[in-house]
């Protein structure tokens, strides 16, 4: 009953405030609405068009905060979705590096330091680096840390590499 179709194949899904973003490749959408509630009332409304030029490439590239939506546009590009709907390329300073890295496989929030980690591994998939940005001051900072995962713990870095996990 709760339906909602998109006009290209959903490539993630982030929540804004009381509104869901979807992407596709192509594009990004504002799906308006309350949703299913648990006693069976509440739509979700056609979705709006947020930004025609480009969406996202793959989910574990989504990471939502109080800055906006992160995601990767391409893949050498990452982008933000600024609260009220405009996108902006926040990546250029490491272009170069995701160009090497371009799959990203897990991406977080960091709530204690304010760090979005994207955990970025090379087209043969046999090594990576974390590419962090400090939402607080807008740098970018490489470290060359091989991580298959990364997730927040108690607003700390917790990342997988080589079947360990460790707590930054």
Same mark, same amino acid.
């Not at 906006?68 to 609260?83: H, M, S, T």
């Not at 304010?114 to 970025?120: A, I, N, Y």
């Given at each position: 009953?709760? =339906? ?5 194949? !959903?490539?993630? /899904?982030?929540? %804004?405030?009381? =509104? ?28 709006? &068009?947020?930004? *025609?030029?480009?969406? !996202?490439?793959?989910?574990? %590239?989504?990471? %939502? ?21 405009? &996108?902006?390329? /926040?990546? @250029?300073?490491?272009?170069?590096? +995701? ?5 990203? $496989?897990?991406? !977080?929030?960091?709530? *204690? ?15 990576? /680096?974390?590419?962090?940005?400090? /939402? ?5 900072? =490489?470290?060359?840390?091989?991580? &298959?995962? $990364? ?10 590499? @080589?079947?360990?996990?460790? +707590?930054?």
């Amino acid at each position: 009953a709760f =339906t909602l179709r998109l006009p290209a194949p !959903c490539t993630g /899904v982030a929540a %804004s405030g009381d =509104t869901y973003v979807a992407f596709t490749r192509d594009a990004i959408y504002s799906i308006p609405g309350a949703g299913p509630a648990r006693n069976g009332t509440g739509e979700f409304f056609p979705p709006q &068009t947020l930004y *025609a030029d480009g969406g !996202c490439i793959d989910w574990r %590239s989504i990471v %939502s905060c109080g800055a906006g939506i992160f995601f990767q546009l391409e893949a050498d590009k990452l982008y933000v979705l600024r609260p009220g709907g405009e &996108t902006e390329w /926040v990546g @250029e300073a490491v272009q170069d590096t +995701l160009t090497l890295y371009p799959t990203i $496989v897990g991406a !977080c929030l960091c709530s *204690a330091t304010q760090q979005v980690v994207f955990s970025c591994r090379n087209t043969t998939d046999d090594t990576g /680096v974390l590419l962090i940005h400090d /939402v607080s001051t807008g740098y970018w900072y =490489t470290d060359d840390i091989d991580a &298959t995962s $990364v997730t927040e713990y108690q607003g700390r870095l917790a990342r997988l590499s @080589e079947g360990v996990i460790t +707590l930054q």
